[in-house]
């Protein structure tokens, strides 16, 4: 079983930044892949940026795109999300998930295997 922690949430600015780390352990299989998500209030839950087994490859959110940067560093079991220019609408609670096995980000929330408790995010105007 793995377990997936995020932090780093909390309340900023509109224009402010924020980072989000996720921190991993338990047993892993030898490839997985990591993404973030996110869920406001009513919403269904969002895809937001997923990175590859190797961190070679990124997706975002066209909503997001430009403003964050999803990273990894396996070594440390840790997937971070840095989040600039943030606006109120980029207010929810964001999950770090794991998809094991694989090596491609997929966007849908139901092919991830493992989930964190969440993060809440709220961006002031």
């Known amino acids: 079983q793995v377990q997936l922690v995020e932090s780093g949430g909390g309340l900023v600015q509109a224009g402010g930044s924020l980072r989000l780390s996720c921190a991993a352990s338990?047993?892993?299989?030898?490839?997985?892949?990591m993404g973030w998500f996110r869920q406001a209030p009513g919403k269904e839950r969002e895809f937001v940026a997923g990175i590859s087994w190797s961190g070679g490859s990124t997706y975002y959110a066209d909503s997001v795109k430009g403003r964050f940067t999803i990273s990894r560093d396996n070594a440390k079991n840790t997937v971070y999300l840095q989040m600039n220019s943030l606006k109120p609408e980029d207010t929810a609670v964001y999950y770090c998930?794991?998809?094991?096995?694989?090596?491609?980000?997929?966007?849908?929330?139901?092919?991830?295997?493992?989930w964190g408790q969440g993060t809440q995010v709220t961006v002031s105007s």
């Open positions: 338990g047993r892993t299989s030898s490839t997985y892949v």
């Open positions: 998930a794991r998809r094991k096995d694989a090596i491609v980000v997929v966007t849908t929330y139901k092919r991830y295997d493992y």
